[in-house]
Nanobody
């Protein structure tokens, strides 16, 4: 059974940084594209970033390009999201996913999700 455990969220002032981690188990994750989604109050879950199985390709939603960096360590079955220059609009619960693909102009994720980690950007 796939298990995902996100961590690293918290309260940070605008302009600050956080590093999220997602520890995965139950699958050979090095074969899959992994990534992050987020869900703000009252909004649908949205794609944030993805990284190919080798780490050689990364993808970001436009609003985080140049501020967020996704990376992975296949030996540790862990994916990271370094978030810099945080803005209040980045406030959301962040979820990782261990099997994603791009189709029809959108990122599609499988049905295994962790509990998420809350990121709050506020002064």
């Amino acid at each position: 059974q796939v298990q995902l455990v996100e961590s690293g969220g918290g309260l940070v002032q605008p302009g600050g940084s956080l590093r999220l981690s997602c520890a995965a188990s139950g699958r050979t994750f090095r074969r899959y594209t992994m990534g992050w989604f987020r869900q703000a109050p009252g909004k649908e879950r949205e794609f944030v970033a993805a990284i190919s199985w080798s780490g050689g390709s990364t993808y970001y939603t436009d609003s985080v390009k140049g501020r967020f960096t996704i990376s992975r360590d296949n030996a540790k079955n862990t994916v990271y999201l370094q978030m810099n220059s945080l803005k209040p609009e980045d406030t959301a619960v962040y979820y990782c996913n261990s099997n994603m693909y791009y189709s029809g102009g959108d990122w599609i994720a499988d049905y295994y999700w962790g509990q998420g980690t809350q990121v709050t950007v506020s002064s």
